[in-house]
């Protein structure tokens, strides 16, 4: 009930024009009682973005396979085409909460913070054990540190690549646009540690696999 009237009050006002007032108003609640389940606007929209993620039906077969090279080179690419299709797309509500992640960063970070804990929480165990599993099929060299910090810093290299294609000019011109997509996998794979044929024999046939992409998340 109050996740039904919050995304009707997102999708009508927008991140900015949508208080929790608005939102207990529209779900017939007190304020005092949404608070209990939601602490902060920015924990309600970092809600919906988690339950809209989860509804995913591509995401959810994603996360559903068997961990291998395969499903990690997968992630990576899902990733990479879901920011460009954020930057580059019509739909200024996704370009918005683009924004708003980036503004996060510098502001209290709140809305950063737990959707980051989402994001971990969907697509963290399958990384790592893919990862694993790369390793031990030889398509991929051991991680020296923390794992999971490769997920992050494919993540944060291409919502960064994203936002220069934000505005409508560019803050930067990447090349031939059509190019840009499988560089950015490849520079990422190559960074988290797959070789050159483990690369060349999966992102070859997954690059041609373009429907029913899943949209990780700024996902998210």
């Known amino acids: 009930m109050i996740l039904g009237a919050a995304k009707r009050c ?8 949508t208080t929790t007032k608005s939102v207990a108003a529209a779900a017939a609640i007190s304020e005092a009682l949404l608070f209990k389940h939601f602490p902060s606007k920015a924990a309600l929209y970092a809600e919906i973005l988690s339950d809209e993620c989860e509804a995913d039906p591509a995401l959810t077969e994603l996360l559903e396979r068997e961990p291998s090279t395969a499903t990690l080179v997968e992630i990576i690419r899902g990733m990479v085409a879901h920011f460009l299709e954020m930057a580059d797309g019509p739909d200024q509500e996704e370009a918005q909460r683009l924004r708003l992640m980036a503004t996060s960063h510098l502001d209290d970070g709140e809305f950063a913070r737990l959707l980051y804990a989402k994001i971990e929480t969907l697509i963290g165990a399958i990384f790592v054990a893919s990862l694993e599993r790369a390793v031990a099929s030889g398509d991929a060299r051991p991680c020296s540190g923390e794992p999971l910090n490769l997920f992050w810093f494919a993540h944060h290299t291409v919502m960064t690549a994203a936002l220069t ?3 409508s000019t560019p803050c930067l011109v990447y090349g031939k646009a059509e190019d840009l997509e499988r560089q950015l996998c490849e520079f990422l ?31 998210a």
């Open 165 to 167: 294609r934000l505005p």
């Open 189 to 219: 794979l190559r960074g988290i540690g797959l070789n050159d044929a483990a690369i060349a024999s999966h992102l070859g046939h997954n690059q041609a696999a373009d429907a029913g992409r899943p949209a990780i998340a700024e996902s």
């Open 10 to 17: 997102f999708a009508r006002h927008g991140y900015t024009g």
